[in-house]
């Protein structure tokens, strides 16, 4: 009975407080991250990390659809976590408001938005498979999710046009692309859309290569050079439609909204729908889809993250087409004064509302 007694007591202890074997772990995960705390906030992270662990660990024994894994968000807080997103998400619902129709072109394309008939849309696509995608990069704190969004997609239109697929500036666009209207932030790293991009490059400086105006993550003072592309306009896909976002995507990486509190610690497989939410804080290059064959079908996603998120910077998201949900508090947060009262977003986490895309980009 003594050494039962003592066993106990033995583990009580142990589940006090993280053991040895976790607290290395977490010094070589602050290695490898770049994290560096003193003391005491170390044992808080250490904390927080191995709370996360555990969940992670009981997850992954109790659900087959997706894998949870240990990343750069794992010691974060809350609102620490917050500072990775920056969709203005009032802005968004103001300016799908006021581009209703469907396939609403900014300005008219070269050539008419409907060239897929809906009887040549295939099971599956991908333009990862074309090499006609960038790599993965990460937004670190900044919410600048819009400005790679849009960049990844004029990256990826431009090489549909030129044959490069140039490395191109998100520094340049979240330092030089105004926020007219404020919607609770003031662009940059505070936060904008993707069409707001689209429309910069148009009518005031097409894009720049990285290599001349590298990221930092912060916002700085526009000082851009010469243009290295030119964007003829972009297309507002309609709202809430699979089947015209799979014809928009036959054409180009799409960029979208989409409602991302939750993915922190995605790691795998195929996200489901009923986890999302409708609070659409996230922007993303929608790259393809398919099926896979033990977790049905999915709309596979570029992120920006950095590489060591998701699979390799991607993630799959469920593609249920049908799925809706309303946002009843669409003017939270970033939303706009005098927005609507309730929006409905359609698709796996939102994916389906707010889908758009560059047109007529070439060489400069």
């Given at each position: ?52 662990k ?43 408001a ?12 070269s ?67 105004p ?64 089947t ?79 799925f ?21 977003v ?19």
């Open positions: 009975m003594m050494i039962v007694a003592n066993l106990l007591v033995a583990a009580a202890v142990a589940s006090a407080a993280p053991m040895p074997a976790i607290r290395d772990e977490f010094t070589a995960y602050c290695s490898k991250y770049g994290k560096s705390y003193d003391a005491s906030e170390f044992e808080d992270r250490l904390t927080r990390y191995t709370q996360k555990t969940e992670v660990d009981a997850h992954n024994l109790a659900t087959p659809l997706f894998h949870k894994g240990m990343n750069q968000f794992s010691d974060l807080n809350e609102e620490e976590y917050s500072r990775y997103f920056g969709l203005n998400k009032g802005m968004l619902y103001d300016r799908r006021r581009a209703a129709s469907a396939g609403t072109t900014n300005p008219p394309p050539s008419p938005y409907k060239t897929v008939e809906v009887t040549d849309i295939p099971s599956a696509f991908d333009w990862t498979k074309k090499n006609a995608v960038t790599k993965p990069r990460n937004q670190g704190k900044c919410g600048s999710c819009w400005a790679f969004a849009g960049t990844a997609a004029i990256e990826s239109a431009l090489f549909l046009s030129s044959g490069k697929l140039d490395t191109l500036s998100v520094q340049a666009f979240v330092d030089c692309v926020d007219p209207k404020k919607c609770g932030g003031t662009g940059g790293c505070e936060g904008a859309t993707y069409d707001l991009l689209y429309a910069y490059a148009n009518s005031t400086h097409g894009p720049v290569l990285d290599s001349s105006y590298p990221y930092t993550g912060k916002d700085g003072v526009c000082h851009i050079g010469a243009p290295v592309a030119k964007v003829g306009g972009w297309v507002d896909v309609q709202s809430n439609n699979a015209a976002l799979k014809m928009a995507l036959l054409k180009t990486p799409v960029s979208v909204g989409v409602a991302a509190m939750n993915w922190g610690d995605y790691m795998g497989g195929v996200y489901p729908s009923e986890l999302c939410d409708a609070d659409l804080d996230h922007a993303v290059l929608l790259v393809g889809w398919g099926t896979d064959p033990g977790l049905g079908p999915y709309w596979k996603i570029k992120n920006s993250w950095g590489a060591d998120w998701g699979e390799d910077g991607y993630i799959r998201v469920q593609r249920n087409e049908k809706c949900t309303v946002d009843k508090v669409p003017n939270d947060g970033l939303g706009c004064a005098g927005g609507p009262s309730e929006v409905t359609c698709g796996a986490c939102a994916i389906q509302f707010a889908p758009s895309y560059p047109v007529d980009v070439t060489l400069a």
